[in-house]
């Protein structure tokens, strides 16, 4: 078994319309985020179609994904 470990970094509150990037993910890192009210799009370059999200969809970002 591999150790696991977790750590809270921001907690953001957006209004529309906002859009944020994000940088490569380090090694031994799976970025995640929650939507925990109203919706959001999850784009992801070279990753196909955008991901309509909504209050209660957690996204975990594996393999270094760049998100927008």
């Known amino acids: 078994m591999m150790p696991v ?16 990037a ?4 380090n090694a031994g890192e799976m ?15 070279g990753g196909g179609a955008p991901q309509h999200l909504a209050a209660g969809d957690i996204v975990l970002l594996s393999h270094g994904s760049r998100p927008r």
Not at 36 to 45: D, H, K, N, Q, R
């Open 31 to 45: 970025p995640y985020h929650v939507v925990l009210g109203g919706s959001a799009i999850l784009e992801i370059p």
């Open 5 to 20: 470990s977790g750590q809270l970094e921001i907690r953001c509150s957006y209004g529309a319309p906002w859009r944020i």
């Open 22 to 25: 994000y940088d490569r993910a």
